[in-house]
């Protein structure tokens, strides 16, 4: 089965510090693909990034980076000199690949991070 | 193209009562899903559309809940005879086919008095 854990429930930072959300994951599938999406108060999920399970290659998107580990199931976000507007929850998914692609998300809890000026 | 469109926004209703959701999305998407968050949780699969057809339910779509896509382009999500633990927040995503991301809308949130 597949499943996506983040364990933080909750982070709270002061603004320009450095911040790593944690997500571990589970699945028997060869070919998948994670994500993280990020939903402000209004409430719309908002895409970050996407990742398929041959590309292990870390990636940097200004303040974001995510590190991609197949070794330990994991894809971690680091946000660099948060601010407050990265005021937010932060969610993991999963989806599956290869044939039976069908594009559903399977979702972590969700962590919180409230970063404070 | 202004994304994923879904109303109401709200909606509030008393339990027993049917309520209807629309979902319009961006429109070159052929697939389309809706998910179901509630409280403190990740969204959770429901369904999902592929043009018109309905391909997967999900085993928390009850009896009670049907959804449509007619001609493949908006979807309505209906829930029939609502329960308070129908509650929460129903989001509706559409992608492109292929190993793409979903553009998610801004959801609806059902309160069921």
């Known amino acids: 089965a597949q499943k996506v854990t983040q364990a933080q429930t909750e982070i709270s930072v002061v603004e320009k510090e450095d911040v790593t959300l944690d997500c571990v994951y589970e699945?028997?599938?060869?070919?998948?693909?994670l994500f993280w999406y990020k939903q402000p108060p209004s409430g719309e999920l908002v895409f970050l990034i996407r990742?398929?399970?041959?590309?292990?290659q870390n990636e940097i998107s200004g303040r974001y980076s995510w590190n991609f580990q197949k070794s330990t199931s994991s894809f971690n976000f680091t946000i660099t000199a948060s601010q407050v507007v990265d005021s937010a929850v932060y969610f993991c998914?999963?989806?599956?690949?290869?044939?039976?692609?069908?594009?559903?998300?399977?979702f972590g809890q969700g962590t919180t991070l409230q970063v404070k000026p | 193209d202004t994304g994923v469109s879904q109303n109401p926004r709200h909606k509030i209703t008393k339990r027993g009562q049917n309520v209807t959701f629309r979902c319009d999305p961006i429109?070159?998407?052929?697939?389309l899903y809706w998910y179901r968050q509630t409280l403190g949780q990740g969204p959770e699969f429901l369904t999902y559309?592929?043009?018109?057809?309905?391909?997967?339910k999900s085993r928390l779509l009850s009896d009670r809940f049907s959804a449509e896509r007619p001609k493949g382009s908006f979807s309505t999500l209906e829930i029939q005879r609502t329960e308070q633990g129908d509650s929460a927040m129903y989001l509706c995503?559409?992608?492109?086919?292929?190993?793409?991301?979903?553009?998610f809308g801004q959801g609806t949130r059902l309160t069921v008095v």
């Open positions: 995503a559409s992608k492109e086919g292929g190993y793409t991301e979903a553009f």
């Open positions: 699945t028997r599938d060869t070919t998948y693909y």
């Open positions: 990742r398929n399970s041959f590309d292990e």
């Open positions: 429109s070159e998407h052929n697939r």
């Open positions: 559309f592929q043009n018109e057809a309905q391909l997967e």
């Open positions: 998914a999963l989806s599956e690949g290869g044939s039976s692609n069908t594009g559903k998300l399977i």
